[in-house]
């Protein structure tokens, strides 16, 4: 068998075949769909099932490929906080703008480069600073920002976004000592499972129609191994399939939950399987152990969760942690800044006015119920953070909606 | 942040690897173990997350077989039957696609049944219940209730059900001479309750001895509508000018056994 498909295509070729271009299993899948959520829809007689896809990925999947039109219009497919730049506080854009204006080199992957702080005030942005002639170079990833550094031997910053999936590569860039003492770390790194959590409390607390299902996502799960979202139909009982990015994936996710929501036996099942195993990617795990460790982080629009951010630890905290290194006080939350009377900066609301970014992102509105999409804030323009990067949900509608009906009909009664 | 894309391995270096997109080729670093120059794996962010291999990506398909299996299943097929002809299903369609695989080898995923949820807490019918409002007096710096008002509001639900049949402290102190400390106590707390949250203290007895009364609570968050702590005390009838424990008055023994409930 495996020689069979060594032989027949290319295996890039052959994935593209099964799970992009492969119409019968769409159109199967699709009629599948439509049976169980009627079939459900019909027993709880419920306006809406609403079923999160976390990852930007998915929302993009989702949206170019017009899934929502495949869909049942009932079916209320949502965006998650799957999005590491829609989510760095305006602080640390603050200060990547504040170092390099100071003449600091500053590196960044592209799509944090148009991100804005939530401050008015010239310039706002990494890019605004570069126009203005600031020190700031677009990299692909760590390891090119690490040999550039190496080769310029100036002191520099990499800005230091991403979730699990990103973090082994700093991991192995650091432990491996290819990252010179002139380069500096921005730490901004975000943990999933928490913010999962999170976005599930808030919509218990706020009494909003209630996700049914979420599709877990691909790469992440990768990393971390899909039983670490065991959580999801233990506590909250949410049948959970963590999916790849082809659209046959996100469908037979879709499926998949939906199944389970009609059997009513919510589980954790891989759909992604030809990448995601249970226990994830050891070795990078313990890259991510070796370098750093869980802290309470800000998430932007959010504010603190729990042990939901990795920071350097040891050594590589004092050798390469950019917020010590230039003694700017770290981003902490209101109540240890007063028992503990450390230096810190409490987080504020830190949304541009009107920008309803922190609610895009837990999924309790839509992109298009924004008042800022697509008038002040577009991909040309963006001003909330979630116009800024391709995986952002509201740079997703902006850019393909076209291409399907985003406004489903079934709207949750969501505020 | 999950872009992915899809690359082949064309050498390897140490912890760097040389990857090739289809054209474009690209320095990148290894974050995962059993790679050899060929394979294909998928690239995030300059670093190596995974292997794609053929047998995984035959699974990853097989997966279409098990929905389609619970489907016809569903329509009234029996089990082997439904197996097979979505076995068939799938192999057809692969096979249109260029594939001449089988994915009858691969065996369907099991569901495996979540835990069960815990055995709810039981509460009497005929159990003392008084309402309260969680002031801010009771919380603590999290604004959530400090477990030692737990006990307090069990104590204030029992003070009140001693009351309610004629047993008020006062009176037991002034008329029997008598008053009944806790003595024993033990707790489990299953949640929180947080400011403004109104509660529910269910009371009952449990043993009434000679000289002492065990009292059950059970605690409710009727905001959250869970049950939230489960403690029982042990009060025994003490002389309040020798201290020192005394039979409990029959007429008291007598009352209690409206809220008499033995369980467990």
Redesign the interface.
């Known amino acids: 068998?495996?020689r069979?498909?060594?032989s027949?295509?290319d295996?890039?070729e052959?994935?593209r075949?099964?799970f992009r271009q492969?119409l019968?299993?769409a159109s199967?899948?699709r009629d599948?769909i439509w049976?169980y959520a009627s079939a459900i829809r019909e027993r709880e007689k419920c306006d809406a099932i609403k079923i999160m896809n976390f990852?930007?990925?998915?929302e993009w999947t989702t949206t170019y490929y017009g899934l929502r039109d495949l869909l049942p219009p009932f079916l209320d497919m949502v965006a998650g906080p799957?999005?590491?730049?829609c989510v760095v506080p305006s602080y640390y854009v603050d200060v990547a703008v504040k170092l390099a204006r100071e003449g600091i080199r500053i590196y960044t992957?592209g799509d944090s480069l148009r991100l804005r702080s939530a401050k008015a005030g010239c310039p706002a942005s990494l890019q605004e600073v570069k126009v203005d002639g600031g020190d700031v170079k677009v990299v692909?990833?760590?390891?090119?920002a690490a040999r550039d550094s190496r080769e310029q031997g100036k002191e520099s910053v990499f800005f230091g976004?991403?979730?699990e999936?990103?973090a082994?590569?700093y991991?192995?860039?650091l432990t491996?000592g290819?990252v010179s003492e002139d380069l500096k770390f921005l730490n901004v790194m975000r943990l999933t499972p928490p913010s999962m959590k999170y976005t599930v409390k808030i919509h218990q607390e706020r009494g909003l129609l209630p996700i049914r299902g979420v599709i877990a996502?691909?790469?992440?799960s990768?990393?971390i191994g899909a039983a670490e979202w065991e959580f999801l139909?233990?506590v909250h009982g949410l049948p959970t399939v963590v999916a790849?990015?082809e659209p046959i994936d996100v469908l037979?996710a879709v499926?998949?939950i939906l199944?389970?929501i009609k059997e009513n036996?919510?589980?954790v099942?891989i759909?992604?399987?030809?990448?995601?195993k249970w226990g994830g990617?050891?070795?990078?795990k313990k890259?991510i152990d070796e370098v750093f460790e869980r802290a309470y982080a800000a998430w932007r629009g959010l504010g603190f969760i729990p042990r939901s951010g990795l920071k350097l630890k040891g050594e590589f905290f004092e050798k390469h942690d950019a917020l010590k290194h230039f003694d700017v006080p770290d981003l902490t939350p209101k109540?240890f800044i007063y028992t503990h009377a450390h230096h810190g900066v409490p987080w504020e609301h830190d949304l541009p006015p009107r920008c309803r970014c922190g609610e895009v992102i837990v999924g309790i509105a839509k992109p298009a119920d924004c008042p800022l999409f697509m008038k002040g804030c577009s991909p040309l323009n963006p001003w909330g953070p979630c116009m800024v990067s391709?995986?952002g949900a509201c740079a997703i509608w902006a850019r393909y909606s076209e291409m399907s009906s985003v406004k489903s009909e079934a709207r949750s009664g969501d505020g | 942040?999950?872009?992915?894309v899809?690359a082949?391995i064309l050498s390897l270096d140490?912890?760097?690897a040389l990857v090739d997109f289809?054209g474009v080729k690209?320095?990148?670093?290894?974050?995962?173990?059993g790679i050899s120059s060929g394979d294909?794996v998928?690239i995030?962010?300059?670093?190596i997350?995974?292997?794609?291999?053929?047998?995984?990506?035959?699974?990853?398909?097989?997966?279409?077989r098990d929905?389609?299996t619970?489907?016809l299943l569903d329509a009234g097929l029996d089990e082997k039957a439904a197996k097979e002809k979505a076995t068939d299903e799938t192999d057809k369609?692969?096979n249109?696609?260029?594939?001449?695989?089988?994915i009858a080898?691969i065996e369907p995923?099991v569901?495996?049944?979540?835990?069960v949820a815990e055995k709810e807490i039981f509460i009497p019918s005929n159990a003392f219940k008084r309402s309260y409002k969680v002031s801010l007096s009771d919380t603590d710096?999290l604004q959530v209730m400090h477990y030692t008002n737990y006990f307090r509001f069990c104590e204030r639900a029992q003070q009140e059900l001693l009351e309610g049949l004629g047993f008020s402290y006062a009176a037991l102190i002034h008329k029997f001479g008598l008053f009944v400390p806790t003595v024993e106590t033990s707790g489990r707390i299953l949640g929180p309750v947080r400011l403004d949250n109104m509660i529910e203290v269910a009371v009952w007895v449990e043993e009434v001895g000679r000289k002492h009364i065990k009292f059950r609570n059970v605690i409710k968050n009727l905001t959250s509508g869970k049950v939230v702590a489960e403690c029982s005390t042990v009060s025994v009838c003490t002389d309040t000018t020798l201290m020192e424990s005394m039979p409990l008055p029959a007429e008291l023994a007598e009352k209690l056994k409206r809220y008499m409930v033995e369980t467990d």
């Open positions: 068998m495996v069979y498909l060594k027949q295509l295996d890039r052959l994935i075949q099964v492969n019968p299993l199967k899948l599948t049976k990852c930007g990925t998915h799957g999005c590491p730049v992957y692909y990833s760590f390891l090119d976004i991403g979730f999936t990103t082994p590569s991991a192995l860039t491996r290819m996502p691909g790469h992440v990768t990393i139909p233990r790849g990015f037979m499926a998949q199944l389970m036996r919510p589980a099942k759909e992604y399987k030809r990448l995601v990617n050891e070795y990078a890259l109540e391709s995986e | 942040m999950c872009w992915g899809p082949k140490g912890p760097t289809g690209k320095e990148v670093v290894v974050a995962a173990s294909l998928m995030h962010a300059g670093m997350i995974g292997k794609l291999s053929p047998e995984d990506f035959m699974e990853n398909v097989a997966l279409y929905i389609r619970q489907e369609l692969l249109s696609l260029g594939v001449r695989g089988s080898s995923e569901a495996e049944p979540m835990a710096y």
